[in-house]
């Protein structure tokens, strides 16, 4: 059975900081990268950031950029996302996904998502 799931969400101040974690199993985790998405309500899902575990190449959205840090245990098939100095705008339900690669926009398999709410 395949499982992503989400872990780490919550409320935080803005400035502050959270670590979400996308365990995984149930598919060859060397095989797919790994991307955070992110949807708030009322908005379009946006994809956050992604990792490739092939060759550990890691991407971000310009809205994130300088603030995240995207990183996996290959080991543990566990991805990460260090979110550092959050802003209000970035609350949202957060969720990691499979794909056949960063530029894919085909979600082979999701996780149910962990709510990040940052506070002003």
């Known amino acids: 059975e395949v499982q992503l799931v989400e872990s780490g969400g919550g409320l935080v101040q803005a400035g502050g900081s959270l670590r979400l974690s996308c365990a995984t199993s149930?598919?060859?985790?060397?095989?797919?990268?790994i991307g955070w998405f992110r949807q708030a309500p009322g908005k379009e899902r946006e994809g956050v950031s992604c990792?490739?575990?092939?060759?550990?190449?890691?991407y971000y959205d310009d809205s994130v950029k300088g603030r995240f840090t995207i990183f996996s245990d290959n080991a543990k098939n566990t991805v990460y996302l260090q979110m550092n100095s959050l802003k209000p705008e970035d609350t949202a339900v957060y969720y990691c996904?499979?794909?056949?690669?960063?530029?894919?926009?085909?979600?082979?398999?999701r996780g149910q998502g962990t709510q990040v709410t940052v506070s002003s």
């Open positions: 996904a499979a794909r056949s690669s960063c530029r894919s926009r085909l979600l082979v398999y």
């Open positions: 990792i490739s575990s092939s060759d550990n190449r890691s």
């Open positions: 149930g598919f060859i985790f060397d095989d797919y990268a």
